[in-house]
């Protein structure tokens, strides 16, 4: 019976509501693309995303997010729906956190926390946790305000004590400043270790997969390194990095699969992921793997340019993968149809020959769930990690 209970209660999927607003700088379209992006960060952790709610504000509320208006329309469905939790899609302020606390008087996540708790849920290795739990602590620290307000007390004094003693605020911004150091300590420790496994691979070309998150990037490598490589259709189903020596006819190289990125990637992760990225960042060609079926897949490219940028690792040559063409439908629009025009209006064709034309990378259209052009995957990669090899090997050209 009370394995039953048990059973349930892991089950209970917590019913959310999201938040958004529409700017000068983000436009209708963007907005409910954001918002399809974190109903799927939702699932992904746990929780049912009923209802979606949007402002049009010239910038995002200073003390609510939204306007006074908007928050109470929230309020009065969250009451009335049996709402757990509320998400807000971006990351908030601490005094927007309090507030809108007070208000709606039930569980606030932003973005940030959001990504972070699937990160924890995600972590496996004692590595990927240490990673999470530094990145979780430096989003909590500047938090601690909004958790501790109603427990604003005085510790110590009264006899064989002089003073007054430290707050519980005081004391909890200490406990967790230690802890943030210790975290730092131990990844030191982990970093070194990762930089000798590193440079006991000898010379071998090194390929690192990026994207954006759930683009196919395992899937990728499985088939590539004919191993398998945990991949799922959920966000960051991969977190710790993966790298498999791979053989293409008699040409040896490394392959490594990595985090996937997303838009506003928090700082903190990036931060603590930091050795996790170096896989990226010593890699001699990055293999961008694309979703093309996705509606903003030009902005997903975008992202990976920019995490690529702020991690130090924009400069490095890139080889476009374009793949889950298997999924890409093409929509053709009517003559009066003023809308812009997006990556959905071509053909897949056409699509090819625009890549191709206007890419100064080496790119291919591939599926990975069915195996198409795969060969040809093969063949291109090969090509490109010969060439390095011979500038590295000039006198083990033979094998070519």
């Known amino acids: 019976m009370e394995k039953n209970i048990k059973n349930?209660?892991?089950?209970?999927?917590?019913?959310?509501?999201?938040?958004?607003?529409?700017?000068?700088?983000?436009?209708?379209?963007?907005?409910?693309?954001?918002?399809d992006e974190l109903r799927f960060l939702a699932e992904t952790a746990g929780a049912i995303a009923v209802k979606s709610f949007t402002q049009r504000l010239e910038r995002a509320d200073s003390k609510t997010f939204v306007g006074s208006g908007k928050i109470q329309e929230i309020m009065n469905f969250i009451k009335e729906n049996e709402i757990d939790l509320v998400i807000f899609d971006d990351e908030l302020t601490p005094s927007q956190l309090k507030n809108i606390e007070k208000i709606l008087d039930c569980?606030?996540?932003?973005?940030?926390?959001?990504?972070?708790?699937?990160?924890?849920?995600?972590?496996?290795?004692?590595?990927?946790?240490?990673?999470?739990?530094?990145?979780?602590?430096?989003?909590?620290?500047?938090?601690?305000?909004?958790?501790?307000?109603?427990?604003?007390?005085?510790?110590?004094?009264?006899?064989?004590?002089?003073?007054?003693?430290?707050?519980?605020?005081?004391?909890?911004?200490?406990?967790?400043?230690?802890?943030?150091?210790?975290?730092?300590?131990q990844l030191k420790k982990i970093d070194k270790q990762m930089v000798s496994q590193r440079?006991?691979?000898?010379?071998?070309?090194?390929?690192?997969?990026?994207?954006?998150?759930?683009?196919?990037?395992?899937?990728?490598?499985?088939?590539?390194?004919?191993?398998?490589?945990?991949?799922?259709?959920?966000l960051f189903a991969t977190l710790d990095t993966t790298v498999r020596k791979v053989v293409i006819e008699n040409l040896p190289f490394l392959l490594s699969d990595t985090v996937g990125f997303i838009r506003k990637l928090p700082a903190q992760l990036i931060e603590s992921f930091k050795s996790t990225l170096d896989e990226v960042r010593e890699a001699d060609v990055l293999v961008h793997v694309v979703d093309i079926s996705h509606p903003n897949c030009e902005e997903q490219i975008n992202v990976v340019k920019q995490t690529l940028f702020e991690i130090g690792a924009a400069n490095k040559p890139v080889f476009l993968v374009f793949n889950k063409i298997d999924e890409y439908t093409f929509v053709e629009k009517a003559e009066d149809d003023l809308t812009p025009v997006t990556v959905k209006n071509y053909s897949l064709e056409d699509l090819?020959?625009?890549?191709?034309?206007?890419?100064?990378?080496?790119?291919?259209?591939?599926?990975?769930?069915?195996?198409?052009?795969?060969?040809?995957?093969?063949?291109?990669?090969?090509k490109i990690v010969a060439e390095i090899h011979a500038g590295r090997y000039p006198f083990n050209n033979f094998l070519y």
């Not at 959310?16 to 954001?34: C, H, M, P, R």
């Not at 990037?217 to 799922?232: G, H, P, Q, R, Y």
């Not at 034309?357 to 795969?374: G, H, L, V």
């Open 107 to 185: 569980k606030i996540l932003d973005r940030t926390s959001l990504i972070l708790d699937i990160f924890a849920k995600r972590a496996k290795t004692a590595y990927a946790k240490t990673q999470v739990e530094l990145a979780q602590y430096q989003y909590l620290l500047p938090r601690l305000t909004r958790m501790w307000t109603h427990l604003e007390r005085q510790r110590g004094g009264g006899i064989g004590r002089y003073g007054p003693g430290e707050t519980q605020l005081e004391t909890d911004r200490r406990i967790i400043l230690e802890k943030i150091s210790k975290l730092k300590g």
């Open 8 to 35: 349930k209660a892991s089950q209970y999927q917590e019913r959310s509501v999201l938040v958004g607003v529409i700017t000068n700088e983000q436009s209708d379209a963007q907005t409910k693309e954001y918002l």
């Open 199 to 234: 440079g006991n691979r000898g010379s071998l070309v090194r390929l690192a997969l990026v994207g954006y998150t759930n683009v196919g990037k395992s899937t990728l490598m499985t088939l590539l390194s004919k191993s398998e490589v945990f991949a799922e259709n959920k």
């Open 352 to 382: 090819m020959k625009s890549w191709i034309a206007k890419e100064n990378t080496p790119c291919i259209f591939i599926s990975a769930k069915f195996k198409t052009n795969i060969e040809k995957l093969r063949s291109d990669i090969y």
